[in-house]
């Protein structure tokens, strides 16, 4: 074998020596890129769940919006007698100032996550609560010895005071301060997975804006 063909034949080992560990640096990198990728794409999804849960126990409170009402009362009863045009009357003007409250307990919110997705679902917002506290006064009160007052009597006016209140609270705007409030927590969801590109749903509907809660 001559000296040129030595040669030639160094040089095409080398060279196959050099494809091979080239394809081996090839694989290598493509399997750590992969690797790079596919953990940072868990890694980011993780963080984003978590990021989300957080947000939602932030928003979890209790948001309260308060009221103040009154209400004038004039209660009557009258026990007749086997006497004709005789009965025995009571009656009294009663004065009601009533502290109300409208709550929502956003720690009631109920949630699904599809990481996957993406997506995030409200599948429960618990309804208002709404508690009244009254004070009743008690003005030119009248009975009689055979028509006294009694416990039932004022049982009878916290029931007719408390539904006439929850007439007027119906009427008011109250109610509809309180679910403002409510959308303007809800909101603050929004506009994180707005900002993460996720998608936020509520009754199966996406919700873009704050309109989109229909409450």
Do not use: C
Request: hydrophobic share 35%; glycine share 4%; proline share 1%.
């Amino acid at each position: 074998m001559t000296q040129n063909q030595q040669k030639t034949g160094l040089f095409d080992k080398i060279t196959e020596i050099r494809k091979w560990v080239m394809l081996v640096l090839m694989a290598l990198v493509l399997f750590f890129g992969y690797k790079y990728f596919t953990n940072n794409s868990s890694s980011t999804i993780e963080y984003d769940t978590n990021l989300i849960q957080e947000q939602i126990k932030n928003v979890g409170k209790l948001v309260v919006t308060e009221g103040h009402f009154a209400e004038v009362l004039t209660y009557k009863d009258s026990k007749e007698t086997y006497i004709p045009g005789l009965s025995f009357d009571k009656k009294a003007i009663v004065v009601i100032n009533a502290d109300v409250t409208v709550g929502f307990d956003l720690s009631q919110v109920k949630y699904d996550i599809d990481a996957k997705n993406k997506v995030l679902t409200i599948t429960n917002i618990p309804k208002e609560e709404i508690t009244i506290a009254p004070d009743f006064k008690y003005y030119d009160t009248e009975s009689s010895t055979f028509n006294e007052f009694t416990g039932s009597d004022y049982n009878k006016i916290n029931k007719i005071a408390k539904e006439n209140l929850a007439k007027k609270i119906e009427k008011s705007t109250l109610k509809s301060n309180a679910k403002n409030r409510l959308v303007t927590e809800l909101s603050k969801i929004l506009i994180l997975t707005n900002s993460m590109g996720w998608t936020l749903k509520y009754e199966g509907n996406i919700v873009g804006k704050e309109t989109d809660f229909k409450l």
